[in-house]
């Protein structure tokens, strides 16, 4: 061979070796719907059976303290936006909202257009990517939320009802949607909070949209269908097989174990049913028939998790895909319970806002627990991040996790919640930092503050006692509000 030529057999081996330095990671962000901090075995229960999430969580970095916000609506905007609640005006579930205009600002459904989401800036990075399941930042009337502030809390069809269909298949409503978000591909992506909407029955049909047909207009049937966990992931392996050579992010946001509690089978049902309660926790000790059903629906995600992985294993995948597991919120007290935390999805108690968390990377990232706070708003510049994006210039109210994933120094902040309208808990501040959250109510003022490190259940009210603190946390949780322009209610009696 010639000088020449070896030369060129360098050059070209070099250039190759440099693509696959830069070569950009693939993403699966995986988010279950109601899933409680205890729900899975790997963050205690004795219970519930997720064998295959307790698995990976071993040989992932476990975050003990991961926050969302009490209900969906708020997590999702935040997660997908990076900003805080107030900046989108989604601060509940609109239907769930109680009270009047003086002691509330209620929420809006649809985020809007001004706001971006983070598959905009990972598409014009190179990334492909696909929404599958549960949206619910679009709400079913988005022409109907122009007058804001809202005299009353916004409302939705009845179940069964299509009627806005039509209007949401256009160009003008799909900006909206996840494809008008940046996400490439959208399966079971509306306005919807669960399943059961597609029924006339609603969740006392026997379906509750987890049996096929789903009656979901964004799922085309197949003839295989069977249950709708299987078929978005059916949907996400696929994606990833289409798109394996190139940049991928998969937005998974499966819609179970979110009500109604229907039984994935009567097997599995039947061996929840006769299970011996876990006395630690109190699972399997009341509302056993629902919490057998629940169970069922938890083990169905653990199982599909795992096809997922197997998938990325059999393609060689694993080494440069990193996955992230959570949920959106607190478990619905309805189905489940814990003894470990006050609450549960609603309330602003840990119950209600802090979710199981891992995330897995083969090789990159050491398996490990944190016990640092993080929140939903934190992935966004995660993704930034970890697809070399440093050109965005967008508002995020997060910050990156890469350090904590690096095992890297990571500065102590405090997170902040700002929910101003009523559902379980009437409107508040919430500032957590360190061991200490502290609680404000708007319309009153009143306090409540918690060492969460020797009270997770929040069982004693230290305001009395802790003098200092609360100065130092109501001055940082005040001075954040006035910094930011955070609405207040109208009756609210403090000045920001």
Known sequence: MKIKDIYIVLLVAGLNIACA?????????????????????????????????????????????????????????????????????????????????????????????????????????????????????????????????????????????????????????????????GFDENVGGTWWGDPARGYEKGYKAESGGYKAPFKNPFIKDKKEDEWLTDRLTDDAIDFIKRNKNEAFFVNLHYYAPHRPTVPRNNEQYQKFLNKTPDAVTGQGEKRLEEIAGYATMIASIDENVKRIFDYLDEQGLRENTMVIFTSDNGFNGLQSNTNSLRGAKGTIYEGGIRVPAFVNWTGKIKAGISETPICGMDYFPTFLDLANIKDY????????????????????????????????????????????????????????????????????????????????????????????????????????
């Open 21 to 181: 330095q830069e070569k950009k990671p693939n993403i699966i962000f995986i988010m279950a719907d109601d899933l409680g901090w205890q729900d899975v075995g790997f963050m205690g229960s004795q219970w519930f059976e997720t064998p295959n999430l307790d698995a990976l969580a071993k040989e992932s970095l476990v975050f003990t303290d991961a926050y969302m916000y009490p209900t969906c609506s708020p997590s999702r905007t935040a997660l997908l936006t990076g900003k805080q609640s107030f900046r989108t005006g989604v601060y509940n579930v609109p239907v769930l909202e109680k009270g009047d205009a003086e002691h509330n600002i209620f929420s809006r459904w649809t985020v809007g257009l001004e706001h971006i989401m983070y598959a905009q800036p990972l598409k014009e990075a190179g990334y492909k990517s696909i929404h599958l399941g549960k949206w619910h930042v679009v709400g079913p009337n988005p022409k109907e939320e122009t007058n804001y502030p809202f005299k009353k809390p916004l409302k939705q069809p009845a179940n069964g009802s299509l009627k806005w269909l039509q209007e949401h298949q256009s160009a003008e409503i799909q900006q909206y949607y996840s494809i008008g978000k």
């Open 393 to 496: 210039n967008g508002v995020l109210d997060g910050t990156s996790i890469v350090p904590l994933l690096n095992n890297d120094s990571f500065k102590e902040r405090a997170l902040f919640w700002h929910l101003a309208s009523t559902y379980k808990n009437p409107p508040c501040s919430i500032v957590r930092k360190g061991k200490w959250k502290l609680i404000q109510f708007l319309n009153d003022g009143k306090l409540e503050l918690y060492n969460l490190k020797d009270d997770l259940k929040e069982t004693e009210n230290l305001v009395s006692e802790e003098k200092e603190v609360i100065k130092e946390l109501l001055s940082e949780l005040t001075s954040w509000r006035k910094d930011n322009k955070v609405p207040l209610p109208p009756a609210s009696v403090l000045n920001f």
